[in-house]
């Protein structure tokens, strides 16, 4: 008996469809904040700060250049991670853990 071929799908669907299923869409999303960092908080907070990861809670960890900075950002995290959720279904950081070090 001849073999059927499945109908030919395209790849981002096939993918998209794993990382669902595997559970990976919303830590997918959320590692997307890493590279919009730059562009989510503006060029001087940007200068000042590398965002590095975010935790399996949700929590994104960002290197802050000085003390200062730190605490400065500190009082503006409610701001900054309504920033960052802004028009997010997927993908939203659940809080900000800001640590001091370059680089």
């Known amino acids: 008996m001849p073999r059927r071929l ?4 395209r790849v981002s669907e096939l993918l998209t469809r ?3 299923k595997a559970g990976l869409t919303e830590r997918l999303a959320q590692a997307g904040v890493l590279e919009a960092w730059p562009a989510l908080v503006g060029e001087r907070i940007a200068r ?8 399996e809670d ?4 960002v290197k802050v250049r000085t003390a200062p900075w730190a605490q400065e950002l500190q ?3 409610p701001q ?5 959720n802004a028009g997010r279904t997927e993908g939203r950081i659940s809080g900000i853990h ?3 070090g370059r680089e």
């Open 48 to 55: 000042n700060t590398t965002a590095v990861s975010v935790r």
């Open 6 to 9: 499945a109908k030919p799908q």
């Open 98 to 100: 800001w640590m001091i």
């Open 18 to 20: 794993f990382l669902a």
């Open 80 to 84: 900054v991670i309504a920033r960052i």
């Open 75 to 77: 009082l503006m995290t």
């Open 58 to 61: 949700g929590v994104l960890i």
